[in-house]
């Protein structure tokens, strides 16, 4: 096998997001784009001869053929080694335990997490270096600058590998090896929860629904909870990955996840619910007729993590990103913990988690996890959740009354304007950063402002500076107002307004989310001229 080097880009464009580089599956196929985004990866991170890379993906459409063309080019620069997921699929999570445990120089994950799948829906390309983390900024700033000047990339001839049965086999020269996707990730979850106490909780009759959403979660779940733990079979529902994830959005809200709503808020609903999204790093907790918020399942988990083996010893602290509402910081303040606010992005917490500073983080996305691995974890933090529901022998509901009559309660909420004309995005935001500096004192919808800013992050552990992260406006009554524009979505920009309202122990805490942040969210509205700018003001989405 002869390596060939194939002239070919540069492609405009190939700017890495918060987790990677994601477009519509037809531009990743055209011809060299997915091959010079590649290249210019090996090339950042000077070169793949004599490495060793971990490589999976959600299974969506193009995950197959993608993998091929990556062992090819892996191959032909050089790599020492690739470990594969059986059938391509790994969980993200998964690539992070496998290059953490067979100390790997870095992965790549393939998908683009909780967007669609599909020809003509999306896909994704992500980078994991060698502590398990997503790329930091300087890593991805190399890669662009190497996408931009990017003329050829090498690859050898070779015909495609049989990725269905576990083993070792060479590419040139080499090798690949083709593991079980779940079971290194199973052992790992073994040692951090009591599954013997897990299991009796089932075998006591405790009900529960895990919607895996045609995603790459299925497998794991479908492995753990029914058979390592002993949930009825039926207890993980669309457990089988597809290439267009059943048709659906696998996304694990209240909006996309609506049957498992529909069931947990019904009469005969299980005492326990839960789904995960596209590549298994997100997850979303439900008790019966009651949703958690992902703000709320961090804070509670930071409250009961020490009821788990792997976290008996406490947490050495708790990490949320700036949007997530600060109800882990209610949590961290009276334990007597370090609390850290770092822009959105998993790969933010990496230096804080391999510094030893935080156990716990989490995101207002969907996404929680731990120092276990290096990305955000949904199996994990479902996982945990039965180990603390299993310990304190209480529903989910009487776990957060209790928690709110502990810490108060944030009450939250994310509103999505999808798919809005860029220049309307930025015109919007720009306007709204040009008036933070006179908000303060000013009144809107009856709600006074307190304070205005842009959020700088400032990494505790190797003095970087990551400017442009957010807009933020706080409100009299520990109200607060967050404005971002994503870098998830493929198409358009997606506007993100998150609006958050404290209570204090001794409130009631009985409002709907709505009417509790109703004031905060018309004195956004307000204050940006979101109408005039955007033409709306009722959001595509609202978590």
């Given at each position: 096998?002869?390596?060939?080097?194939?002239?070919?880009?540069?492609?405009?464009?190939?700017?890495?997001?918060?987790?990677?580089?994601?477009?519509?599956?037809r531009?990743?196929?055209e011809?060299?784009?997915l091959?010079?985004?590649?290249?210019a990866?090996?090339?950042?991170?000077?070169?793949?001869?004599?490495?060793?890379?971990?490589?999976?993906?959600?299974?969506?459409?193009?995950?197959?053929?993608?993998?091929?063309?990556?062992?090819?080019?892996?191959?032909?620069?050089?790599?020492?080694?690739?470990?594969?997921?059986?059938?391509?699929?790994?969980?993200?999570?998964?690539?992070?335990?496998?290059?953490?445990?067979?100390?790997?120089?870095g992965?790549?994950?393939?998908?683009?997490?909780?967007?669609?799948?599909?020809?003509?829906?999306?896909?994704?390309?992500?980078?994991?270096?060698?502590?398990?983390?997503?790329?930091?900024?300087?890593?991805?700033?190399?890669?662009?600058?190497?996408?931009?000047?990017?003329?050829?990339?090498?690859?050898?001839?070779?015909?495609?590998?049989?990725?269905?049965?576990?083993?070792?086999?060479?590419?040139?020269?080499?090798?690949?090896?083709?593991?079980?996707?779940?079971?290194?990730?199973?052992?790992?979850?073994?040692?951090?929860?009591?599954?013997?106490?897990?299991?009796?909780?089932?075998?006591?009759?405790f009900?529960?629904?895990?919607?895996?959403?045609?995603?790459?979660?299925?497998?794991?779940?479908?492995?753990?909870?029914?058979?390592?733990?002993?949930?009825?079979?039926?207890?993980?529902?669309?457990?089988?990955?597809?290439?267009?994830?059943?048709?659906?959005?696998?996304?694990?809200?209240?909006?996309?996840?609506?049957?498992l709503?529909?069931?947990?808020?019904?009469?005969?609903?299980?005492?326990?619910?839960?789904?995960?999204?596209?590549?298994?790093?997100?997850?979303?907790?439900?008790?019966?007729?009651?949703?958690?918020?992902?703000?709320?399942?961090?804070a509670?988990?930071?409250?009961?993590?020490?009821?788990?083996?792997?976290?008996?010893?406490?947490?050495?602290?708790?990490?949320?990103?700036?949007?997530?509402?600060?109800?882990?910081?209610?949590?961290?303040?009276?334990?007597?913990?370090?609390?850290?606010?770092?822009?959105?992005?998993?790969?933010?917490?990496?230096?804080?988690?391999?510094?030893?500073?935080?156990?716990?983080?989490?995101?207002?996305?969907?996404?929680?996890?731990?120092?276990?691995?290096?990305?955000?974890?949904?199996?994990?933090?479902?996982?945990?959740?039965?180990?603390?529901?299993?310990?304190?022998?209480?529903?989910?509901?009487?776990?957060?009354?209790?928690?709110?009559?502990?810490?108060?309660?944030?009450?939250?909420?994310?509103?999505?304007?999808?798919?809005?004309?860029?220049?309307?995005?930025?015109?919007?935001?720009?306007?709204?950063?040009?008036?933070?500096?006179?908000?303060?004192?000013?009144?809107?919808?009856?709600?006074?402002?307190?304070?205005?800013?842009?959020?700088?992050?400032?990494d505790?552990?190797?003095?970087?500076?990551?400017?442009?992260?957010?807009?933020?406006?706080?409100?009299?009554?520990?109200g607060?107002?967050?404005?971002?524009?994503?870098?998830?979505?493929?198409?358009?920009?997606?506007?993100?307004?998150?609006?958050?309202?404290?209570?204090?122990?001794?409130?009631?805490?009985?409002?709907?989310?709505?009417?509790?942040?109703?004031?905060?969210?018309?004195?956004?509205?307000e204050?940006?001229?979101?109408?005039?700018?955007?033409?709306?003001?009722?959001?595509?989405?609202?978590?």
């Amino acid at each position: 096998m002869t390596v060939q080097t194939v002239s070919k880009g540069p492609f405009e464009g190939q700017k890495p997001g918060t987790s990677g580089l994601r477009k519509k599956t037809r531009v990743f196929m055209e011809p060299g784009y997915l091959e010079c985004f590649v290249q210019a990866t090996f090339t950042a991170i000077g070169g793949a001869k004599g490495k060793t890379f971990v490589l999976g993906g959600d299974g969506r459409f193009f995950n197959r053929a993608a993998i091929q063309t990556m062992l090819r080019m892996a191959a032909a620069n050089g790599a020492a080694k690739a470990i594969v997921g059986q059938g391509g699929l790994l969980s993200t999570p998964a690539v992070s335990n496998l290059i953490r445990q067979r100390k790997t120089d870095g992965g790549f994950v393939l998908s683009a997490s909780h967007n669609p799948g599909g020809i003509d829906a999306d896909f994704g390309v992500k980078y994991n270096v060698g502590n398990g983390g997503p790329a930091p900024e300087h890593i991805t700033q190399a890669m662009f600058e190497e996408t931009q000047r990017i003329t050829e990339y090498q690859t050898i001839d070779a015909p495609d590998l049989d990725l269905s049965i576990c083993g070792t086999t060479q590419l040139g020269s080499m090798e690949v090896e083709i593991v079980d996707p779940v079971s290194d990730y199973q052992a790992l979850m073994q040692k951090l929860f009591d599954f013997d106490k897990i299991k009796a909780l089932f075998a006591n009759g405790f009900t529960m629904r895990f919607d895996a959403m045609h995603a790459v979660t299925g497998p794991y779940a479908k492995a753990i909870l029914e058979d390592a733990l002993g949930a009825p079979d039926g207890t993980v529902i669309n457990a089988v990955p597809s290439e267009d994830f059943g048709g659906g959005h696998p996304d694990p809200n209240p909006v996309w996840a609506k049957t498992l709503m529909d069931e947990m808020m019904s009469d005969s609903a299980p005492d326990f619910g839960a789904a995960s999204d596209g590549d298994g790093d997100r997850n979303m907790i439900v008790g019966r007729g009651i949703y958690v918020t992902p703000s709320d399942s961090l804070a509670v988990l930071a409250a009961n993590a020490q009821l788990a083996p792997g976290y008996s010893a406490g947490l050495a602290g708790v990490a949320r990103s700036m949007p997530t509402s600060g109800a882990s910081d209610k949590v961290a303040e009276r334990l007597g913990l370090a609390s850290f606010e770092t822009p959105t992005g998993w790969k933010f917490f990496g230096n804080l988690l391999d510094a030893g500073k935080v156990t716990l983080c989490g995101e207002e996305s969907a996404g929680t996890g731990s120092d276990h691995v290096r990305e955000k974890d949904g199996l994990w933090a479902v996982l945990l959740w039965l180990n603390v529901l299993a310990e304190r022998g209480q529903s989910v509901a009487e776990i957060l009354v209790d928690h709110w009559a502990t810490y108060g309660r944030n009450y939250y909420s994310r509103h999505d304007y999808e798919a809005v004309p860029a220049d309307a995005a930025n015109a919007l935001m720009q306007g709204l950063r040009d008036k933070l500096a006179k908000l303060p004192g000013q009144t809107h919808a009856g709600v006074q402002i307190t304070a205005a800013d842009e959020f700088s992050y400032h990494d505790p552990v190797d003095g970087s500076v990551s400017h442009n992260q957010g807009l933020r406006i706080w409100f009299a009554g520990e109200g607060r107002a967050v404005l971002r524009l994503s870098g998830t979505g493929t198409e358009g920009a997606t506007l993100r307004v998150y609006l958050e309202q404290y209570a204090g122990p001794d409130a009631a805490h009985d409002l709907t989310p709505d009417a509790a942040l109703q004031a905060v969210r018309d004195a956004v509205v307000e204050i940006t001229e979101m109408q005039a700018l955007i033409g709306r003001t009722e959001p595509d989405v609202k978590t």
